[in-house]
């Protein structure tokens, strides 16, 4: 068949496929594929990235299902891995790794130049940004994909839409990540615009100083160090605060923000907050602040799903060029079910460890770097179905049995998602666990995940059980 031809179907078949798969895939794995040929009702794809073949397994008949309707007959979809392909796509990303660089120290300049900084210390300490935290190397995922687009407006247009942006969620899942990248973000785009990032803690110390050294003088009025204090943080465009939740409680600090707020918000000027918890949790800060918090728009991170986890690995291990197996990758998605910045640790030890000592990248040899043993014992496939039982009232014979009521049906699928996302496991592994075919567990795995982005009370069921299961 014509390429062109071949490249027609494909460009259809995305347009379906971009509705129908999770954006995840979809960005990740579907959209770098190459169109190859289309013989014998088979479609085949090359790509150049080697999780890809595994990944979209899982999503063949999807993907089939979208051909098909595009040729009008049954066709069924392959992906190859391509060496060349790959290659050609580290190139191309160095390439882009150099030109945007060259892009970024331009900007710096023509930053310089334009406003009456000394030099590029002083603004480097003036925006307090590391420049590893930038969207383009922020995985979206959907635990993170209302937070990233609405992080992505307010760089965009800084002070319009969403303000304040309030961003919440738990430890290790790329708050300070996302609010950093909006500061590179606005300073590339913006460069005119002053940026301040600061955490909550700084701020914190920074007013005790201020306070503090006002009254050595004794002058009562005209504090010299609380007006350099206001200035600092009233006379900026952009605000980025971090880890807000650290001033709950500290009245003079509550104070102090909530009159910073006011000043920047009225002046139309961008405000964004971290916290680990929403405003309505802060128990001990007056409403006025709280208010202030919710007037603009919230926005939480969750735990990354499994492929997401995957996804992030398979970036950092592009982006540094470690050479990780798939199995690898699945391995430590698994293990480290809660924190990216865990799951990004165990990365960077083990490809220290496994570089400096030369050794290839095994998951036995990564299971001996992690201490493996220590970790498993907090996390099986058994003490999950025994807790899921527990929870549900029904007995852990009834959820390995073929016990088909709803409500073991249920709790039984619960437990089956538990377990491939929070441990290491693989399908056919767990498949024994629960006296079942991998096929089976791997659809109810799809299924749970799928169920859980329209029922509430499934996420918060699972929520509730993630928890037991860590506790
Ligand atoms: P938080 O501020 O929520 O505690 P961080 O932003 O410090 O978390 O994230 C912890 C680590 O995990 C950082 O190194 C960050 O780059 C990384 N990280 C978190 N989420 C992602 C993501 N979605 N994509 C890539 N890296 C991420
Ligand atoms: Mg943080």
Request: proline letters at 2%; hydrophobic letters at 35%.
């Amino acid at each position: 068949m014509e390429d062109e031809l071949i490249k027609k179907i494909w460009d259809d078949t995305l347009v379906i496929l971009k509705d129908t798969l999770l954006s995840t895939t979809y960005e990740t794995w579907v959209v770098p594929l190459v169109a190859h040929s289309f013989e014998d009702n088979c479609f085949c794809t090359l790509t150049g990235q080697n999780l890809a073949v595994a990944i979209l397994q899982k999503n063949n008949k999807e993907i089939s299902k979208a051909l098909s309707k595009v040729c009008g007959k049954d066709v069924y979809f392959k992906v190859v891995y391509d060496e060349q392909l790959h290659q050609q796509l580290e190139k191309e990303k160095q390439k882009n790794k150099k030109e945007e660089q060259k892009e970024f120290i331009k900007n710096l300049e023509n930053r310089i130049t334009a406003s009456r900084y000394d030099g590029l210390k002083q603004m480097r300490s003036d925006c307090n940004l590391n420049l590893k935290y930038k969207f383009d190397n922020f995985v979206v995922g959907a635990n993170n994909k209302f937070a990233h687009a609405v992080a992505l407006a307010v760089a965009k247009d800084p002070g319009k839409q969403y303000n304040p942006l309030f961003i919440y969620g738990g430890s290790g899942l790329g708050k300070t990540h996302l609010l950093q990248a909006i500061g590179h973000d606005i300073l590339f785009h913006k460069p005119k615009l002053k940026v301040k990032y600061v955490k909550a803690e700084e701020f914190i110390n920074d007013l005790v100083n201020a306070l503090a050294r006002g009254m050595d003088k004794a002058s009562g009025k005209n504090n010299k160090k609380m007006n350099e204090f206001r200035d600092k943080y009233r006379t900026v465009d952009v605000l980025l605060v971090d880890d807000i939740q650290l001033i709950e409680g500290k009245v003079r600090t509550e104070e102090e923000m909530f009159n910073t707020f006011e000043t920047l918000h009225n002046a139309g000027k961008q405000i964004v907050f971290t916290s680990d918890r929403a405003p309505d949790k802060f128990e001990n800060s007056p409403d006025r602040l709280k208010t202030r918090f919710q007037m603009g728009l919230l926005a939480d991170i969750q735990v990354p799903d499994i492929e997401t986890r995957m996804a992030i690995l398979t970036k950092l291990a592009s982006d540094n060029s470690v050479n990780m197996p798939v199995d690898v990758i699945e391995f430590l998605a698994g293990v480290y079910n809660k924190n990216v910045r865990e799951l990004e640790g165990a990365f960077n030890t083990i490809s220290a460890y496994t570089s400096i000592n030369e050794l290839p990248v095994t998951v036995e040899i990564v299971k001996k770097i992690i201490n493996y043993s220590e970790k498993r014992k907090t996390v099986t496939v058994e003490g999950i179905i025994d807790i899921v039982a527990g929870y549900y009232n029904i007995s852990v014979d009834d959820i390995k049995s073929t016990n088909r009521m709803a409500k073991t049906a249920n709790a039984r699928q619960i437990a089956i998602y538990l377990a491939k996302e929070m441990t290491g496991e693989s399908y056919p592994y767990i498949g024994e666990c629960f006296n079942r075919k991998h096929t089976t567990i791997m659809y109810s795995h799809e299924k749970v995940k799928s169920d859980m982005v329209h029922d509430r009370n499934l996420s918060l069921d699972i929520k509730e059980l993630t928890d037991k299961i860590n506790m």
